[in-house]
Nanobody
Framework: QVQLVESGGGLVQAGGSLRLSCAAS????????MGWFRQGPGTEREFVAV????????YYADSVKGRFTISREDAKNTAYLQMNSLKPEDTAVYYC???????????????WGQGTQVTVSS
């Protein structure tokens, strides 16, 4: 079992930045691929970014490429999502998740956090 807890969400003006953290406890964090997803009002959960084992490959949704950066610090059992140049359309609940494979499909993730709200005002 892996428990995931997100933090760092909040209210920010358009053009601003936030850094989300995902703290993991339980089984070996370094053995999991870590992903970030988001779900806005009335929308389905969508892929944002993923980072493979030991800080290897990273992949991003086109909508956030060049603005968001995913990273991980295995010594601290923590994954991060640095979000810059935020737009109102980035408003959503952001979730971190853990999987055994590098994937953008939410169904392939085994563990999820409770989510953290990000609101971007115009």
């Amino acid at each position: 079992q892996v428990q995931l807890v997100e933090s760092g969400g909040g209210l920010v003006q358009a053009g601003g930045s936030l850094r989300l953290s995902c703290a993991a406890s339980g089984r070996a964090f370094s053995s999991y691929v870590m992903g970030w997803f988001r779900q806005g009002p009335g929308t389905e959960r969508e892929f944002v970014a993923v980072i493979s084992w030991i800080g290897g490959s990273t992949y991003y949704a086109d909508s956030v490429k060049g603005r968001f950066t995913i990273s991980r610090e295995d010594a601290k059992n923590t994954a991060y999502l640095q979000m810059n140049s935020l737009k109102p359309e980035d408003t959503a609940v952001y979730y971190c998740a853990a999987a055994g494979v590098t994937t953008a499909q939410p169904d392939e993730y085994d563990y999820w956090g409770q989510g953290t709200q990000v609101t971007v005002s115009s």
